[in-house]
């Protein structure tokens, strides 16, 4: 049984090398939501609320960022196994193009159309007002961002995710005193309440921003790429015709997958007790996020360890088998991640984290429902991250990723969660239940294609 962790000396070094400098990135990361929704969540539950609300069309904007990173990242891993660094500087230079435009363009009508962007969301006048006030400062915040986050990204395809962990942390420890600043009234500022918060995080972004372009410019040896402006701003018909075609369905599943997910809020936005419930989702989320670190760390590292394999010419076989070993530790990992969720869920967040905000008993009893049924999930929920996103997407199988993830959630989960919750007007913990309904059909159909070997695809090319 256990034959199948024997790995070659230096395996798991590796592995973890490269999987906790990204964990400690995602902790960072989801440490920030956690701050924000501890020091909003301060001023009220409708706050709380709104601000929840507020950050769904922004996540489907990181969302279709992040498919562009991760389309781009199928492409560097498997070129920087070749030790490629003039066609990295090409994708690179297209990921940036398409990631700060597409933001910019969001960033835009969120700006320009607060009111009916948010009024998408939900009917509660109260929490689109909310909403509107946070969206509308922070909207160009999240432009830096998909600038900061190709460069993390590719910074991690090349065996360097420190920098990410870096860049992070220092937007999180500015964001905590940002928002304690804006928020609160501190150091001469008028008290901002939620304005204060998008202000803190427009701060943050812009110390992000900062970080970034210091370690481009003054950390050459770390950075391991030479930067080339001839292929940065010239990438070629080539390179973009692969870019478009191993990005575009990679980008298209963040999308669809993010839009999906701000269906689900709308559903809870027009649930009958909506405000308990979406104040739910952001605490019971949040709480997740973190206890969750471990298993995207190992999707992520995943997917550069993989492409490297491929792209440095290994034998299918070897590839196969190095696939098996990092199923084989996501579903630990996920095994671990829902024990730990529930334990936290008795002895920290019941007691003492829901004591940090002002939630309702209705609140607190969705809250526990929706951390209960994620526990029992998590180790479908390991196993379909690692391979989608770290197995198939390393191996240039980016396709199916696309059909079972977007599949899964629009022929099956919207349309019964729906049901459930707007026709049958059913309590949140039949709603949940149908909405973690897709990751037992994603693990079945998932484990398929993988034993099928038709992931395992070298997607690099010779350039002149």
């Given at each position: 049984?256990?034959?199948?962790?024997?790995?070659?000396?230096?395996?798991y070094?590796?592995?973890?090398?490269?999987?906790?400098p990204?964990?400690l990135?995602?902790l960072?990361?989801?440490?920030m939501?956690?701050?924000?929704?501890?020091?909003?969540?301060?001023?009220?539950?409708?706050?709380?609320?709104g601000?929840?609300?507020?950050?769904?069309p922004?996540?489907?904007?990181?969302?279709?960022?992040?498919?562009?990173?991760?389309?781009?990242?199928v492409?560097?891993?498997?070129?920087?196994g070749?030790?490629?660094i003039?066609?990295?500087n090409r994708?690179?230079g297209?990921s940036?193009?398409?990631?700060?435009?597409?933001?910019?363009?969001?960033?835009?009508?969120?700006?320009v159309?607060?009111?009916w962007?948010?009024?998408?969301?939900?009917n509660?006048?109260e929490?689109?007002?909310?909403?509107?006030r946070?969206?509308?400062?922070?909207?160009?915040?999240?432009?830096?961002?998909?600038?900061?986050s190709?460069?993390?990204?590719?910074?991690?395809?090349?065996e360097?995710?420190?920098v990410?962990?870096w860049?992070?942390?220092?937007?999180?420890?500015?964001?905590?005193?940002?928002?304690?600043?804006?928020?609160?009234?501190?150091?001469?500022?008028p008290?901002?309440?939620?304005?204060?918060?998008?202000?803190?995080?427009?701060a943050?972004?812009?110390?992000?921003?900062?970080c970034a372009?210091?370690?481009?410019?003054?950390?050459?040896?770390d950075?391991?790429?030479?930067?080339?402006?001839?292929y940065?701003?010239r990438?070629?018909?080539?390179i973009?015709g692969?870019?478009?075609?191993?990005?575009?369905?990679v980008?298209?599943?963040?999308?669809?997958w993010?839009?999906?997910t701000?269906?689900?809020?709308?559903?809870?936005?027009?649930?009958?007790?909506?405000?308990?419930v979406?104040?739910?989702?952001?605490?019971?989320?949040?709480?997740?996020?973190?206890?969750?670190?471990?298993?995207?760390?190992?999707?992520?590292?995943?997917?550069?360890?993989?492409?490297?394999?491929?792209?440095?010419?290994?034998?299918?076989e070897?590839?196969?088998?190095?696939?098996?070993?990092l199923?084989?530790v996501?579903?630990?990992?996920?095994?671990?991640?829902?024990?730990i969720?529930?334990?936290?869920?008795?002895t920290?967040?019941?007691?003492?984290?829901?004591?940090?905000f002002d939630?309702?008993?209705?609140?607190?009893?969705?809250s526990k429902?929706?951390?209960t049924?994620?526990?029992?999930?998590?180790?479908?929920?390991a196993?379909?991250s690692?391979l989608?996103?770290g197995?198939l997407?390393?191996?240039?199988?980016?396709?199916?990723?696309l059909?079972?993830?977007v599949?899964a959630?629009?022929l099956?989960?919207?349309?019964?969660?729906?049901?459930?919750?707007l026709?049958l007007?059913?309590?949140?913990l039949?709603v949940?239940l149908?909405?973690?309904?897709?990751?037992?059909?994603?693990?079945?159909?998932?484990m398929?294609?993988?034993?099928s070997g038709?992931?395992?695809?070298?997607?690099?090319?010779?350039?002149?």
């Amino acid at each position: 049984m256990f034959k199948v962790f024997q790995r070659e000396k230096g395996f798991y070094r590796n592995l973890c090398s490269l999987a906790l400098p990204i964990m400690l990135q995602n902790l960072i990361t989801s440490s920030m939501g956690m701050v924000d929704t501890v020091m909003v969540g301060v001023l009220g539950q409708n706050e709380l609320a709104g601000l929840s609300l507020a950050n769904t069309p922004f996540m489907v904007a990181m969302l279709f960022v992040f498919g562009l990173q991760s389309g781009g990242a199928v492409l560097i891993s498997q070129y920087w196994g070749k030790r490629d660094i003039k066609t990295i500087n090409r994708v690179m230079g297209l990921s940036w193009a398409f990631a700060v435009g597409v933001s910019m363009l969001f960033a835009t009508v969120i700006f320009v159309f607060p009111e009916w962007v948010m009024g998408l969301t939900t009917n509660n006048p109260e929490l689109v007002d909310v909403a509107v006030r946070y969206g509308r400062i922070v909207a160009y915040s999240y432009v830096l961002n998909a600038f900061v986050s190709v460069y993390v990204g590719a910074m991690r395809c090349c065996e360097r995710p420190r920098v990410g962990a870096w860049v992070t942390a220092a937007g999180m420890v500015s964001n905590v005193i940002f928002n304690y600043i804006f928020i609160f009234g501190k150091l001469g500022f008028p008290e901002m309440g939620v304005e204060g918060a998008a202000l803190g995080t427009l701060a943050a972004r812009i110390v992000e921003l900062a970080c970034a372009v210091g370690h481009m410019v003054f950390a050459k040896k770390d950075r391991v790429i030479t930067f080339m402006a001839k292929y940065l701003f010239r990438p070629g018909k080539e390179i973009l015709g692969d870019f478009v075609r191993y990005a575009a369905p990679v980008m298209l599943n963040e999308t669809l997958w993010g839009l999906g997910t701000s269906v689900y809020t709308v559903i809870y936005g027009h649930m009958a007790d909506s405000a308990d419930v979406v104040a739910a989702v952001s605490v019971a989320g949040n709480v997740e996020r973190i206890i969750n670190v471990a298993m995207f760390a190992i999707a992520n590292a995943a997917a550069v360890i993989v492409g490297k394999e491929i792209g440095s010419g290994a034998p299918r076989e070897q590839v196969y088998s190095l696939g098996r070993v990092l199923m084989a530790v996501s579903l630990l990992v996920g095994l671990a991640n829902g024990l730990i969720l529930l334990l936290a869920l008795f002895t920290i967040v019941d007691p003492y984290v829901f004591n940090l905000f002002d939630l309702t008993e209705g609140a607190k009893r969705a809250s526990k429902i929706m951390l209960t049924i994620m526990s029992v999930v998590c180790i479908a929920r390991a196993f379909n991250s690692t391979l989608v996103i770290g197995i198939l997407r390393g191996g240039g199988d980016v396709r199916f990723g696309l059909c079972v993830d977007v599949g899964a959630m629009y022929l099956w989960v919207i349309p019964v969660a729906s049901v459930v919750a707007l026709v049958l007007g059913a309590d949140i913990l039949w709603v949940y239940l149908a909405v973690m309904s897709e990751e037992p059909i994603k693990f079945a159909l998932g484990m398929m294609r993988f034993r099928s070997g038709k992931w395992l695809r070298n997607v690099t090319r010779e350039l002149a």
